[in-house]
């Protein structure tokens, strides 16, 4: 199952991926936006094999909120709308994804889009889900530094200049004291980093 954002770089590498899965024997879903259907219906032609294109429409509809909540964007689909969430540090445990599983499993339609940024937008809500969602992400960042992310590191990513997921410290100490081999400022009393 692929979702891509609608930019030109997310859909482009997908579609060789995408045919090499189903040339493989996989059955695909490849979700977008109506702005890329054209571009999708030329790399279908590309494709050695059926795609079915079938528009997905939201039927479900809500009453209108005449004030919106912090966090709450309205949707184009009149009376829903859409729940902004980032978790702290775009670190999101097991257990959070849990709780808003057990929230939304009920909800029609309801769906969680991700973002690069490590964003969550929980979408199709009425404006009463909406609340309860609310309710459950209280916990997300506040201020700007609380959403900051970083990469997962060296271990990992090709440019990953080191590991980002380390505590703080001991990536700051890292940062500072192995490049260089100077004395170290955060512990000084080691003499000098190896």
Not at 106 to 126: A, F, G, H, K, S
Request: net charge negative; aromatic share 8%.
């Amino acid at each position: 199952m692929f979702f891509c954002i609608p930019a030109h770089g997310h859909h482009n590498p997908t579609f060789p991926v995408v045919k090499e899965l189903v040339n493989r024997g996989n059955t695909v879903r490849f979700y977008s936006f109506n702005e890329f259907k054209e571009k999708v219906e030329v790399a279908k032609k590309y494709l050695d094999h059926d795609v079915v294109i079938t528009p997905c429409e939201i039927q479900k509809t809500g009453p209108l909120a005449n004030k919106l909540p912090n966090r709450v964007i309205a949707q184009k689909q009149e009376g829903l709308y859409a729940v902004y969430y980032h978790p702290i540090c775009g670190n999101m445990s097991a257990a959070k994804w849990q709780e808003l599983y057990e929230i939304l499993k009920d909800m029609d339609e309801v769906e969680i889009r991700l973002t690069p940024q490590e964003d969550l937008y929980i979408v199709n809500l009425t404006m009463e889900e909406a609340k309860v969602v609310l309710e459950h992400t209280q916990d997300g960042a506040q201020t700007a530094f609380e959403t900051s992310v970083s990469c997962i590191g060296a271990a990992t990513c090709q440019v990953g200049l080191r590991d980002g997921r380390l505590p703080p410290a001991a990536a700051l100490h890292r940062t500072i004291c192995l490049p260089c081999g100077s004395a170290c400022l955060i512990c000084p009393a080691s003499a000098r980093s190896p």
